[in-house]
């Protein structure tokens, strides 16, 4: 008698296991991708091997620019089938997945500034509402910052002071900038500048 009680005990503990084991994971590689704008770029996510013959859906969104909004849906796909892109998308994300290995990676062409953003790849269990998981990792498009634009404010007389500012229209991450002067035989100066003549030069850093 003690014997079958303790094989009972033996299946409920089995069975415990069982039903956690069941809760996709889902997991992202890296936190943080970076890439050239204009390139290609696949961001991984991996997800816990289905038993052969199991259904599920995987979907990519992104998170919207202003906090709060609905996140941006980019595709789903489910394996009884069918792959939707949204029309934003089409022709520039794709879902590079195998269901047998737990691939779903999204590959995004041609990136440009506005894809830099925190992507979710979100994995359901079509068989099972409850059972689901999701990861995130965020995509930063770099962008090469463009010839800074230099203003003077105030006049360029003795006595006078002025101020010097200088920015570029674009450039991810946000450019810093140096000053440096020359004077007028076209040697660096050291800062500050002691003389008043020469040319002033903005350089990114
Ligand atoms: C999916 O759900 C079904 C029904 O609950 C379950 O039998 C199966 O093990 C689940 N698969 C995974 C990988 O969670
Ligand atoms: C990006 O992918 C497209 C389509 O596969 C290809 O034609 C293009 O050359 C790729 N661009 C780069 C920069 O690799």
Redesign the pocket.
């Known amino acids: 008698m003690a014997g079958t009680l303790g094989i009972l005990g033996i299946c409920l503990l089995f069975s415990g296991v069982r039903v956690t084991s069941?809760?996709?994971s889902v997991t992202s590689p890296a936190k943080e991708y970076k890439i050239a704008r204009g390139d290609n770029v696949t961001i991984p996510c991996k997800f816990?091997v289905?038993?052969v013959g199991?259904s599920v859906q995987i979907s990519w969104t992104a998170v919207a620019d202003v906090s709060g909004d609905p996140a941006i849906k980019i595709l789903t796909f489910n394996s009884l089938g069918s792959t939707k892109v949204q029309t934003k998308y089409k022709g520039r994300a794709t879902l590079l997945q195998d269901v047998l290995t737990g691939k779903a990676d999204l590959q995004l062409l041609r990136v440009t500034s506005a894809d830099t953003r925190v992507y979710e790849c979100g994995v359901e269990?079509?068989?099972?509402e409850e059972?689901g998981g999701s990861a995130t990792a965020k995509l930063i498009v770099l962008v090469a910052p463009s010839p800074p634009i230099c203003k003077i404010e105030g006049k360029a007389e003795y006595y006078q002071d002025v101020k010097l500012t200088c920015v570029s229209e674009e450039g991810t991450p946000t450019p810093t900038y140096k000053w440096q002067r020359y004077d007028t035989n076209n040697i660096l100066q050291p800062n500050p500048p002691k003389a008043t003549d020469g040319v002033c030069v903005c350089v990114c850093v």
């Open positions: 069941s809760a996709i816990a289905q038993p199991d269990n079509l068989s099972n059972d």
